[in-house]
């Protein structure tokens, strides 16, 4: 089932846009209700798993924002859309719990709706930690995380939340107060920072202190960014937001450069790149190294019979089979059908037999493309000895072509 996305709005055209966006951007679900009557109706219904709501705070039998009421009510979040430009009115909301309020006369409010959509559905993925001596300033912005959907753990000062570092070691997100006990914002930071790097966990620092040089010393402690108190709960949730989506497009870049796009495997430059790192770390502690290089047999007749579609279906399909046959162990494709191994802690007669295991069900488990079963087989070489990746990797290439010689389907070591 699509995430759904529900739209309480009486105007056909901006229900229409709002929609379409949702489609495109989102690929999820918009459910379209123009009045607070068909919107109740539907909820009551509906099991009520809508991502989010965009509401129209007026509508005809709902002139003072009753829709809102309702869908909070079920406790979906509320994106309000308004055409009314009143600031007490946008407060009470924010108040109540609303995710954001929305001018609908502003030409990007759409596209910023989905954009809040989408940060939605993303944040329960994420979790973050609140470090602040005063409860009262902790539970407030544990409060705004969670009406982000974001999950939030606690700590009192900078000791203790080094501690929960270790039990949480998930954290993507951490806001810190600058002036604790025991440890304060500043060596909390330094300190997280030794482990993780800011492409890899944000870090907001936050303050009453007044002072410019305040939110530098963060920045220069290792900080992502700053916030001084007492602050409203849009600006809290737009440097949440725009730090959240700064650590992903890193991740994005750092997938690109190191997966590869087909198979979800790990690419060449990888395999090469960390390869080195960890045969250098087995040879130095004496631990067992073996190198296995396998390939697809008979993979252009694939494509021949079956096109390109079919034979991207066989590569995803066995890239599948590899992960989960190998854990532990550093997979990649590093040619068209051609896949290598890196097998930590495997000796010969042990990756020999694991490889064996997995080439005996690839030859037994059949692929469907389409209408069409689709049987494959691996030719396999593998080595454990060497001190050198490309050396290894030469080795396990001429047992390759030696299974390929033999009748294929078989492991060579």
């Known amino acids: 089932m699509r995430n759904q996305v529900l739209i309480v709005e009486d105007s056909a055209t901006m229900a229409r846009v709002l929609s379409y966006l949702i489609r495109q951007q989102l690929d999820f679900e918009p459910i379209v209700k123009a009045s607070l009557a068909e919107a109740k109706a539907y909820l009551e219904n509906d099991p009520c798993d809508q991502i989010a709501a965009i509401v129209d705070l007026n509508l005809p039998d709902a002139p003072s924002g009753e829709a809102v009421d309702l869908?909070?009510?079920?406790?979906?979040?509320?994106?309000?859309?308004?055409?009314?430009?009143?600031?007490?009115?946008?407060?009470?909301?924010?108040?109540?719990g609303v995710v954001d309020y929305l001018n609908k006369e502003g030409r990007y409010a759409y596209e910023y709706a989905v954009k809040l959509v989408k940060r939605l559905a993303l944040n329960p993925s994420i979790k973050a930690l609140v470090v602040d001596d005063s409860l009262v300033s902790r539970s407030l912005m544990v409060s705004l995380l969670k009406q982000h959907n974001i999950k939030a753990v606690e700590a009192r000062n900078g000791v203790e939340a080094?501690?929960?570092?270790?039990?949480?070691?998930?954290?993507?997100?951490?806001?810190?107060?600058?002036?604790?006990?025991?440890?304060?914002?500043?060596?909390?930071?330094?300190?997280?920072?030794?482990?993780?790097?800011?492409?890899?966990?944000?870090?907001?620092?936050?303050?009453?202190?007044?002072?410019?040089?305040?939110s530098a010393k963060f920045i220069k402690n290792g900080a992502n960014d700053f916030l001084r108190k007492p602050f409203s709960s849009e600006e809290f949730?737009?440097?949440?937001?725009?730090?959240?989506?700064?650590?992903?497009?890193?991740?994005?870049?750092?997938?690109?450069?190191?997966?590869?796009?087909?198979?979800?495997?790990?690419?060449?430059?990888?395999?090469?790149?960390?390869?080195?790192k960890l045969l250098s770390q087995c040879r130095k502690n004496n631990r067992h190294f073996s190198v296995a290089l396998m390939d697809l047999d008979h993979f252009k007749q694939v494509n021949d019979s079956y096109g390109h579609h079919g034979g991207d279906t066989v590569l995803r399909t066995l890239s599948k089979t590899i992960q989960a046959s190998f854990k532990g162990c550093i997979c990649a494709r590093v040619g068209g059908e051609e896949f290598a191994i890196i097998m930590p802690d495997y000796d010969l007669g042990e990756a020999i037999e694991l490889l064996d295991r997995f080439r005996q069900e690839v030859e037994e488990t059949?692929?469907?493309?389409?209408?069409?079963?689709?049987?494959?087989t691996f030719s396999i070489g593998v080595v454990d000895q060497g001190d050198d990746l490309d050396v290894m990797l030469k080795l396990a290439d001429d047992h390759l072509y030696r299974a390929k010689d033999e009748g294929r389907n078989r492991v060579i070591g």
């Open 237 to 276: 949730h737009c440097r949440v937001m725009q730090n959240l989506e700064l650590l992903e497009t890193i991740e994005q870049l750092h997938r690109a450069a190191t997966i590869d796009e087909l198979t979800g495997l790990f690419n060449r430059r990888y395999f090469f790149d960390e390869g080195e």
């Open 71 to 96: 869908v909070m009510g079920k406790g979906i979040p509320v994106i309000v859309l308004s055409g009314l430009v009143d600031t007490k009115v946008r407060n009470v909301l924010l108040e109540k």
């Open 366 to 376: 059949p692929i469907i493309h389409e209408q069409s079963t689709i049987m494959t």
């Open 162 to 214: 080094l501690g929960v570092l270790e039990q949480h070691p998930d954290i993507k997100l951490v806001v810190t107060d600058y002036n604790m006990g025991h440890m304060d914002g500043f060596e909390l930071t330094t300190k997280i920072r030794l482990k993780y790097s800011p492409e890899q966990l944000v870090i907001i620092g936050v303050s009453m202190e007044s002072g410019g040089e305040l």
